[in-house]
């Protein structure tokens, strides 16, 4: 765990989810915490130095650029863990890959062009294992992703449930050339200076494309508003600010009461990410939400209110315990 002072708190759970998109946004920052740009820029880049904050960027959302994505997980002897985490990190398609606490004990999630590029990745990494014992998990309703820890403790335990998604009829965007160019630099660490923005334009002037941070500005904050973009913030190593234990809670909901219940498991503060997903012959859970905690107690005591708020049976926790990969994808690399 890193120390973190009262300005670095405020300005870290500022920027998770809403690094302000202008021409000077430590400016921004600072009349929102009320700082100076200077103080706040010190701030990101010490936090960055310590390895609080991985990057600040957008993560894009792959159905949004053409892409389809999943989350697998393979059930693998224990002795087998670490070659078979090395193989399966060795895509660049998987952006996270994680230990849990279960017989399907490695998971991590694959994003390709196409669902039968997915398909072909997990038949190479069971004919290379020798294990076809594989769940593919793709979303079919997005209740919440929110990576957005409160450091300042000043939200409230729940909030509003955002819209209901369905990832599998979500309309792809055509991007020009100017704009997939942009996009690959988006996907980078921003630029560490006050002017990221201009710093972002001027490169791509220097790729040849006729443009200027107004329009780099303007484009980044339409594909924020248009949920192209997911979320334009701090990625950040939680362990680092407390946070040290997350569970992914499993449920099984009955298919009738999925709209129901997956809006109230969203509305906590502590969940992350809310899905339902397939279930399959060998895993009847269908609901998913990530929970995290600066204990296992934390994370068993938010399951135990969701319980309450639901009336759902105790789901599986199953606690992350070593993270093996974990990036973001590189859209239009090719």
């Given at each position: 765990?890193?120390?973190?002072?009262?300005?670095?708190?405020?300005?870290?759970?500022?920027?998770?989810?809403?690094?302000?998109?202008?021409?000077?946004?430590?400016?921004t920052l600072a009349g929102r915490v009320e700082s100076t740009e200077?103080?706040?820029?010190?701030?990101?880049?010490?936090m960055k130095r310590d390895g609080v904050i991985r990057r600040i960027g957008a993560i894009f959302d792959s159905h949004r650029l053409g892409y389809r994505s999943t989350l697998c997980a393979i059930a693998v002897p224990p002795e087998r863990v670490d070659e078979a985490a090395a193989l399966i990190g060795c895509y660049p398609n998987v952006t996270h890959n994680?230990?849990?606490?279960?017989?399907?004990?490695?998971?991590?999630?694959?994003?390709?062009?196409?669902?039968?590029?997915?398909?072909?990745?997990l038949a190479e990494i069971a004919d290379t294992?020798?294990?076809?014992?594989?769940?593919?998990?793709?979303?079919?309703?997005?209740?919440?992703?929110r990576v957005d820890f409160d450091l300042t403790g000043s939200r409230e335990g729940r909030g509003d449930a955002p819209p209901i998604i369905k990832p599998a009829e979500t309309e792809a965007v055509t991007l020009s050339a100017d704009e997939r160019a942009l996009a690959r630099l988006l996907q980078d660490d921003l630029p560490e200076t006050l002017t990221p923005f201009a710093d972002l334009a001027a490169r791509l002037t220097d790729q040849d494309h006729d443009v200027?941070?107004?329009?780099?500005?303007?484009?980044?904050?339409?594909?924020?508003?248009?949920?192209?973009?997911?979320?334009?913030?701090?990625?950040?190593?939680?362990?680092?600010?407390?946070?040290?234990?997350?569970?992914?809670?499993?449920?099984?909901?009955?298919?009738?009461?999925?709209?129901?219940?997956?809006?109230?498991?969203?509305?906590?503060?502590?969940?992350?990410?809310?899905?339902?997903?397939?279930?399959?012959?060998?895993?009847?859970?269908?609901?998913?939400?990530?929970?995290?905690?600066?204990?296992?107690?934390?994370?068993?005591?938010?399951?135990?209110?969701?319980?309450?708020?639901?009336?759902?049976?105790?789901p599986r926790l199953l606690y992350s315990v070593k993270e093996f990969k974990k990036t973001s994808m590189r859209y239009f690399s090719g």
């Open positions: 765990m890193t120390e973190l002072n009262e300005l670095d708190k405020q300005v870290l759970t500022e920027i998770q989810a809403n690094f302000p998109v202008v021409p000077k946004p430590y400016t200077a103080e706040v820029h010190a701030s990101v880049l010490g994680y230990l849990r606490e279960d017989r399907y004990n490695i998971w991590f999630t694959l994003i390709a062009e196409s669902e039968a590029r997915i398909e072909e990745i294992t020798g294990i076809d014992d594989i769940l593919n998990l793709p979303a079919i309703r997005l209740f919440k992703i200027d941070e107004e329009w780099v500005i303007e484009r980044t904050a339409a594909w924020v508003e248009a949920g192209v973009i997911r979320r334009f913030g701090a990625a950040i190593k939680h362990h680092k600010t407390g946070f040290a234990a997350n569970a992914m809670g499993v449920w099984t909901v009955p298919e009738e009461r999925i709209e129901e219940v997956g809006p109230i498991m969203a509305s906590f503060k502590e969940v992350s990410h809310c899905y339902q997903r397939p279930s399959a012959p060998t895993w009847p859970a269908n609901m998913y939400t990530m929970m995290h905690g600066r204990t296992r107690e934390e994370c068993e005591d938010i399951a135990r209110r969701i319980r309450e708020a639901t009336g759902l049976p105790e």
